[in-house]
């Protein structure tokens, strides 16, 4: 039987698209490509990443297509119901960067709350030397009240860190009861509790409907005047442009993220230049292990495409 043909827009990882060439008719074309539309119409499986967008239009051109395949947890780029209206089977690596996310989380949160006063070409003079060690103080994370806006598997991660690692203290919304999934100590609030009692609200929500600006100017207001934000989840749940405000007026401590809405971000997103602001250009789920985690939803794709059951199918 002649070898599925299955499109990669975006990339993958030595390893997997090795076990997919020897499974498949890879065709490796980023959707941009003038030529695209001329494979579209013979694929069999699609496999993207963030940036392609995968909505009607694009599928009117795939007649063929049973599976598109997500190398990473959210799945806003691709019209899911659009998908399965079609009889498209959607499939993604929904614990693929758990682990590397939570890590990323605590160096933000690291950097932010302790100051390092790094030195790397010329040592301090003797005098700043010593001014520097009696005059910087930071703060024990183990003192502080850390607030988790979404317990999915990231924020559950971050917490088991922050109760288990740190000795914090942990409060989380989420919108269904996740008590049975909480294996370590923490409390369940309302969001207005959870903003104002976090030392450090760390957000680890999808963009789905309704989640535009979820932490916005109201939100920001409700925060401690000590506390951090940390966005590694979707630029678009929050109000940037509502945190400068805060950050420039000292209304909150400082702000650290990874994640923009466009991105990369414009030449004058408000955050730039702000000394309590640390900025990363979408890389907290970048480790290597976690890469090539998102990778293996090509096990899932050629699994749809010989006609069994996906491990991690997309969530009806």
């Known amino acids: 039987m002649q070898n599925p043909t299955v499109l990669l827009t975006e990339g993958s990882d030595a390893k997997p698209l090795q076990w997919l060439k020897e499974r498949a008719r890879v065709v490796e074309i980023p959707a941009s490509d003038a030529q695209f539309a001329a494979h579209l119409a013979t694929a069999d499986g699609l496999l993207v990443r963030t940036y392609t967008k995968v909505n ?16 990473g947890v959210g799945l806003e780029n691709i019209d899911v119901p659009e998908c399965r209206r079609r009889g498209i089977e959607v499939v993604y690596t929904p614990d693929a960067n758990t682990l590397a996310v939570g890590d990323f989380v605590f160096g933000y949160c690291l950097q932010l709350l302790r100051p390092w006063e790094l030195f790397r070409d010329q040592v301090y003079p003797p ?3 010593k001014r520097i060690r009696n005059t910087v103080r930071g703060r024990q994370l183990n003192e502080l009240t850390i607030g988790i806006l979404g317990m999915g598997r990231v924020g559950r991660r971050v917490g088991h860190i922050a109760a288990n690692g740190f000795g914090m203290r942990v409060i989380y919304n989420d919108l269904i009861d996740v008590r049975a999934s909480v294996t370590f100590p923490a409390e369940a609030v309302d969001k207005p509790t959870l903003y104002r009692e976090a030392d450090i609200l760390t957000i680890h ?5 309704g989640n535009q600006h979820l932490v916005g100017r109201e939100q920001i207001a409700m925060l ?5 934000v940390i966005n590694t989840s979707r630029g678009e749940v929050l109000d940037v442009d509502a945190l400068a405000e805060a950050l420039r007026g000292q209304r909150i401590y400082g702000a650290a993220i990874d994640v ?4 990369p971000p414009r030449p004058d997103f408000p955050l730039l230049g702000l000394p309590n602001g640390l900025l990363t250009p979408h890389i ?31 969530p009806r």
């Not at 401690?224 to 951090?228: H, L, N, R, S, W």
């Open 205 to 209: 929500v999808d963009m789905r409907p």
């Open 56 to 71: 009607a239009q694009l599928l009117d051109g795939a007649p063929k297509l049973k599976v598109v395949g997500r190398g």
């Open 260 to 263: 923009f809405d466009p991105e």
């Open 127 to 129: 005098a700043e030397f």
């Open 284 to 314: 907290a789920a970048r480790t290597t292990t976690a890469m090539e985690n998102m990778s293996w939803v090509v096990r899932d794709v050629i699994e749809v495409l010989e006609g069994r059951k996906p491990q991690f199918p997309a």
């Open 224 to 228: 401690k005047p000590t506390a951090v």
